[in-house]
């Protein structure tokens, strides 16, 4: 039963996690906009914690190349146009 509970969580922060971070890179306020980003990598963290344990390893590789692309893609969008 805490596994399933623990998998949820897993599944609801990673969504919410992205999507606040893609929500991040599009806002134009940057004190706002790093704020959002920080909360959504924090998000992502907590849920990766939570399911760790439970994940296969093939599952760990492809969620965290997952983040790290979206991770590329956030310092290409706000760091590499100036």
Request: proline share 0%.
């Amino acid at each position: 039963k805490n596994d399933i509970y623990n998998r949820n969580v897993f599944v609801a922060s990673l969504i919410f996690g992205i999507i606040a971070i893609i929500a991040g890179v599009v806002l134009k306020l940057e004190s706002v906009s790093a704020g959002i980003m920080g909360g959504g990598v924090l998000l992502v963290l907590y849920g990766m914690m939570r399911y760790w344990g439970e994940l296969g390893k093939y599952l760990r590789l492809m969620v965290l190349g997952i983040v790290l692309a979206i991770l590329i893609w956030i310092g290409y969008k706000k760091f590499g146009k100036k």
